[in-house]
T-cell receptor, first 114, second 114 residues
Framework: DQQVKQNSPSLSVQEGRISILNCDYTNSMFDYFLWYKKYPAEGPTFLISISSIKDKNEDGRFTVFLNKSAKHLSLHIVPSQPGDSAVYFCAASARGGNFNKFYFGSGTKLNVKP | ETGVTQTPRHLVMGMTNKKSLKCEQHLGHNAMYWYKQSAKKPLELMFV???????ENNSVPSRFSPECPNSSHLFLHLHTLQPEDSALYLCASSPAGGMNTEAFFGQGTRLTVV
């Protein structure tokens, strides 16, 4: 059963506009949420995260919003740039003893058009 | 450069071959992970090692055999694989200790089973 879902496999946005990527999760035990960015032929790289005690975290052009009641998070990129074109994975983390287990969505491919 | 190195980057093997994937991290982390990424599917957690002990086996077929000789090295031994095992295999590491943290990924091994 997939615990983290990204229902939009792709998104196309014009350069300079806002990109909004969405993610839903089902497990209320998740307490830490992450976004990763992945270019072809490379591994995912960490982008931004948010703890379950917050509802917003901002880092430059990237902002992650968390709605715990809806079990939903989103990543906003503004302004979008062509270099942002990549696959974005949403992930959620749960503690497994003294280490974290990370659960990933299927990814959203973002295309930022010049 | 994430500090997690995987070799080889690409591997083509026959169904009767035996091969091994290697992962090495120089981040001082104590938790290491194997993930499988198939096209348009979520990253699937395969195995977790914490302080060299296997703490998670996510119903992975026995034709995949992990080995963790120390906290810096992780192997995935492959034998009698099937064509459907063709995928990108990603290694990751994270600090142990129960803190909220991200996983750091290697660049992956693109495996093709013929």
């Amino acid at each position: 059963d997939q615990q983290v879902k990204q229902n939009s496999p792709s998104l196309s946005v014009q350069e300079g506009r806002i990109s909004i990527l969405n993610c839903d999760y089902t497990n209320s035990m998740f307490d830490y949420f992450l976004w990763y960015k992945k270019y072809p032929a490379e591994g995912p790289t960490f982008l931004i995260s948010i703890s379950s005690i917050k509802d917003k975290n901002e880092d430059g052009r990237f902002t992650v919003f968390l709605n715990k009641s809806a079990k939903h998070l989103s990543l906003h990129i503004v302004p979008s740039q062509p270099g942002d074109s990549a696959v974005y994975f949403c992930a959620a983390s749960a503690r497994g003893g003294n280490f974290n287990k990370f659960y990933f969505g299927s990814g959203t491919k973002l295309n930022v058009k010049p | 450069e994430t500090g997690v190195t995987q070799t080889p980057r690409h591997l083509v093997m026959g169904m009767t071959n035996k091969k091994s994937l290697k992962c090495e991290q120089h981040l001082g982390h104590n938790a290491m992970y194997w993930y499988k990424q198939s096209a348009k599917k979520p990253l699937e957690l395969m195995f977790v090692y914490n302080f060299k002990e296997q703490t998670e086996n996510n119903s992975v077929p026995s034709r995949f055999s992990p080995e963790c000789p120390n906290s810096s090295h992780l192997f995935l031994h492959l034998h009698t694989l099937q064509p459907e095992d063709s995928a990108l295999y990603l290694c990751a590491s994270s600090p142990a200790g129960g803190m909220n943290t991200e996983a750091f990924f290697g660049q992956g091994t693109r495996l093709t089973v013929v």
